[in-house]
Structures are given as structure tokens and as C-alpha cells.
């Protein structure tokens, strides 16, 4: 069982780790292009992704802890990147 957990958890994490990634590629062609409804659309794109990545973790019965924990290191990492790339 402490197995099972362990690889749920690496897939979780890797989960996360793909949206910031996508997000990151998104902001950065917006950033380039200069095109602000696009860098709107992105933001609403990956809220929503995050809700039903959310919604699916309920589902599952992923601990509730882990995502706080998670969706705190993402808003952190997303506004540090944020603040970087529009000042």
C-alpha cells in the first residue's frame, strides 16, 4: 500500500509540475507576441485546468493537506514568475 502512495504522489507532483510548465511556455510566447488576450486567456485556461485537476483529486481521495500544500507552492512559484516577467 505505502508503495501505491508513493507513486500516486510522484504522478501528483509531476501533474503540477506540467501545468506550471505549460504555463510558463504560454506566458512566455505572450510575453514575446505582446498579446495581452492572450496572456488573459491563458490565466482563465490554467484556472480552469487547475479546478478540475482539483475537482479529480477529491475524486480520488488525495489528501487534503497535500492539496494545500500543493496548491500554495504553485500560486508561489506562478506569482514569482509573474512578477518577473511583467516588471
Do not use: C, H, P
Request: glycine share 10%.
Amino acid at each position: 500500500m505505502e508503495e501505491e502512495k508513493k507513486e500516486y504522489y510522484f504522478y501528483f507532483t509531476l501533474g503540477y509540475i506540467g501545468i506550471l510548465l505549460i504555463l510558463l511556455a504560454a506566458l512566455r510566447v505572450t510575453i514575446i507576441l505582446d498579446d495581452d488576450l492572450g496572456g488573459i486567456l491563458v490565466f482563465l485556461g490554467i484556472g480552469l485546468l487547475i479546478n478540475y485537476v482539483n475537482y479529480l483529486e477529491r475524486q480520488t481521495g488525495t489528501d487534503k493537506k497535500a492539496r494545500s500544500y500543493a496548491r500554495t507552492i504553485s500560486a508561489v512559484i506562478l506569482t514569482g514568475i509573474s512578477i518577473f516577467a511583467f516588471f
